[in-house]
T-cell receptor
Framework: GENVEQHPSTLSVQEGDSAVIKCTYSDSASNYFPWYKQELGKGPQLIIDIRSNVGEKKDQRIAVTLNKTAKHFSLHITETQPEDSAVYFC????????????FGGGTRLMVKP | EADIYQTPRYLVIGTGKKITLECSQTMGHDKMYWYQQDPGMELHLIHYSYGVNSTEKGDLSSESTVSRIRTEHFPLTLESARPSHTSQYLCASSDVAVEKLFFGSGTQLSVL
């Protein structure tokens, strides 16, 4: 089955700096890679996703890059703000309705004002 | 905003009690899930359902059971709670054709 590794487990940055979270996956057939953000006291919420037919996707201050050859993908947050502080999860799955997401272990991001 | 609700939000009970964690969604999603989240953050899938009368065990073995009698409702039951069951339990749902998961806010269970 799929195995997703996520690094780092904790990340502390100064407000305004960039943050990068990296994930690797094991199943070369995986082709859907979402990122979820979990704020304190809430459930995870999808913030961005990417499919294997593209190498990069951007949405305002967040971007995700995918390297299928190396089987890794990354989340980039630019100009970080205190409200970006949360736990972030990457995930991977094969693209059909019957498959489950496999989540990474999570990264606790702290943005210091 | 996701329309998926979990109750109670917090639950503190004694060992040996039977408990049911409630999860309801109003989006008409066929697929529903229960995840257990440990203090180290990791999410572990313990149960899922593809629709009414369908239930499957997830990757992490759990002593809990689930039922899916109605599309919108996916309760989780522990017949005899133990301290090892202390954890955050998250319910989620998704449309069959779309992978996006909608999560509830979770139930924080503490068994004394």
């Amino acid at each position: 089955g799929e195995n997703v590794e996520q690094h780092p487990s904790t990340l502390s940055v100064q407000e305004g700096d960039s943050a990068v979270i990296k994930c690797t996956y094991s199943d070369s057939a995986s082709n859907y890679f979402p990122w979820y953000k979990q704020e304190l006291g809430k459930g995870p919420q999808l913030i961005i996703d990417i499919r294997s037919n593209v190498g990069e996707k951007k949405d305002q201050r967040i971007a995700v890059t995918l390297n299928k050859t190396a089987k890794h993908f990354s989340l980039h947050i630019t100009e970080t703000q205190p409200e970006d502080s949360a736990v972030y999860f990457c995930a991977a799955s094969r693209d059909n309705a019957g498959n489950m997401l496999t989540f990474g272990g999570g990264t606790r991001l702290m943005v210091k004002p | 905003e996701a329309d998926i609700y979990q109750t109670p939000r917090y639950l503190v009970i004694g060992t040996g009690k039977k408990i049911t964690l409630e999860c309801s969604q109003t989006m008409g999603h066929d697929k529903m899930y229960w995840y257990q989240q440990d203090p180290g953050m990791e999410l572990h899938l313990i149960h899922y359902s593809y629709g009414v009368n369908s239930t499957e065990k997830g990757d992490l073995s759990s002593e809990s059971t689930v039922s899916r009698i109605r599309t919108e409702h996916f309760p989780l039951t522990l017949e005899s709670a133990r301290p090892s069951h202390t954890s955050q339990y998250l319910c989620a749902s998704s449309d069959v054709a779309v992978e996006k998961l909608f999560f509830g806010s979770g139930t924080q269970l503490s068994v004394l």
